[in-house]
């Protein structure tokens, strides 16, 4: 079965960093394009980043670009995410998703990574 | 990118149907079929119930259903049961070839 399992949270002050790891089993990881997507506590879902199977397509959204880079190991079957230059309010739980092979939808997520950004 | 409208709040008593909207702009819900519902309990993560606006994935009931009009898309749930009680969040693909959620709807369940 599909299981996306995130890791490397923790509590980070400002300006500091970060590398969110996804480590991905039961598909062919290769084959399908990754984002990372966040949710503040007691807030919305709001969508990050996503990656493409060859790591040649790469979207940010406007409020990590620049701080943050999506990258993925195929051979490992893992997905990360560096975060850099962190704020307070990039306090949240980080899931990682698989997108669809045949459409834009996020169809499986792991249980997410908790990161809190505090001084 | 802005995020999608979605209501606050939405309440119904078991066995009826209720409808959740979600308003985009041509740029998102509007311009693609690559409108996705999601359901999320608390303390969990979201579980994808429709894809490409109105397809269901396998596993998930049949009371579930998703339409669109112009720039606005529609979950509706039949059959209101306990378990339905979560928070709802739709999803767009944009122009900007970047993805965009709503504000989440909490269904509560009387």
């Known amino acids: 079965q599909v299981q996306l399992v995130e890791s490397g949270g923790g509590l980070v002050k400002p300006g500091g960093s970060l590398r969110l790891s996804c480590a991905a089993s039961?598909?062919?990881?290769?084959?399908?394009?990754m984002s990372w997507i966040r949710q503040a506590p007691g807030r919305g879902l709001e969508w990050i980043s996503y990656?493409?199977?060859?790591?040649?397509?790469?979207y940010y959204a406007d409020s990590v670009k620049g701080r943050f880079t999506i990258s993925r190991d195929n051979a490992k079957n893992s997905l990360y995410l560096q975060m850099n230059s962190l704020r307070a309010e990039d306090t949240a739980v980080y899931y990682c998703a698989r997108i669809s092979v045949s459409s834009i939808n996020f169809d499986y997520w792991g249980q997410g990574t908790l990161v809190t950004v505090y001084s | 990118q802005s995020a999608l409208t979605q209501p606050a709040s939405v309440s119904g008593s078991p066995g009826q149907s209720i409808t959740l909207s979600c308003s985009g702009t041509s740029s998102d819900v509007g311009g693609y079929n690559y409108v996705s519902w999601y359901q999320q309990h608390p303390g969990k993560a979201p579980k994808l119930v429709i894809y490409d606006v109105s397809n269901r994935p396998s596993g998930v009931s049949n009371r579930f259903s998703g339409s669109k009009s112009d720039k606005t898309a529609s979950l509706t749930i039949s059959g209101l049961q306990a378990e339905d009680e979560a928070d709802y969040y739709c999803?767009?693909?944009?122009?900007?070839?970047?993805?965009?959620f709503g504000g989440g709807t909490k269904l509560t369940v009387l």
């Open positions: 990656i493409s199977t060859s790591a040649d397509t790469i």
């Open positions: 999803s767009s693909f944009t122009s900007n070839n970047t993805l965009v």
């Open positions: 039961g598909f062919t990881f290769s084959d399908f394009y």
